[in-house]
């Protein structure tokens, strides 16, 4: 039960910004949105998250639509390194046991010279 | 950011052995730690909940004793996989919990690259 949808690819230049989008129609009013990657055979890498307002940390901003349903996750400066596959999570305010997260496919970025 | 580690982060093991994969916190502590599978070209998907001092819980269609889980501190979760056969391999990936809060997000391990001959 796919909570959110994204693209399945896309690409962006070195040095622009990469607006990755995420649609989570269905989300609840308790669920937050989180960003993950994953750097080819590695683990993910938290990147950020947010309820209803925009954030943004040292990584990147997200982006949430008003209404909640969609969501952006922007990398300012793409870099080589931020080759990925970046996952949108939807899941509630995590307490022990309902932390687990639900991947989907995630949309594979990938930054070209 | 917090650190996780896992051990080994490569094995190759013949069918029918067990192998043992360990999952480790080391600057934090975590009642709760999680179990992945990935395969190639595929997403994670969730095996287990591993929950300190207690049994752990597992995901539907995930054999439990095939996959022995023990969370016996804080800081360490293992992983078994019994009688390993091929389709067995893949890349399993542990994330844990902080239990007191202080973040909101998982840290996860590296992983583990699991090929049984």
């Known amino acids: 039960d796919a909570k959110t949808t994204q693209p399945p690819s896309m690409d962006c230049a070195e040095g622009r910004a990469a607006n990755l989008p995420c649609n989570h129609s269905?989300?609840?009013?308790?669920?937050?949105v989180y960003w993950y990657r994953q750097i080819h055979s590695q683990g993910p890498q938290y990147i950020i998250h947010g309820l209803k307002n925009n954030e943004t940390n040292e990584m990147a901003s997200l982006i949430i639509t008003e209404d909640r349903k969609s969501s952006t996750l922007i990398l300012p400066h793409a870099t080589l390194r931020d080759t990925a596959v970046y996952y949108c999570?939807?899941?509630?305010?995590?307490?022990?046991?309902?932390?687990?997260?639900?991947f989907g496919k995630g949309i594979t970025l990938s930054v070209r010279p | 950011g917090a650190v996780v580690s896992q051990h080994p982060s490569r094995v190759i093991c013949k069918s029918g052995t067990s192998v043992k994969i360990e999952c480790r916190s080391l600057?934090?502590?975590?009642?709760?730690m999680f179990w992945y599978r990935q395969f190639p070209k595929q997403s994670l998907m969730l095996m287990a909940t591993s929950n300190e001092g207690s049994k752990a819980t597992y995901e539907q269609g995930v054999e439990k004793d095939k996959f022995l889980i023990n969370h016996a501190s804080l800081t360490l979760s293992t992983l078994t996989v019994t009688s390993a056969h091929p389709e067995d391999s893949s890349f399993y990936i542990c994330?844990?919990?902080?239990?007191?809060?202080?973040?909101?997000?998982?840290?996860f391990g590296p992983g583990t690259r699991l090929t049984v001959l």
């Open positions: 269905t989300i609840s009013g308790n669920e937050y």
């Open positions: 600057d934090f502590q975590a009642t709760t």
């Open positions: 999570i939807v899941r509630p305010r995590p307490t022990g046991a309902n932390s687990k997260l639900t």
């Open positions: 994330s844990a919990d902080p239990w007191d809060r202080v973040f909101n997000e998982q840290f």
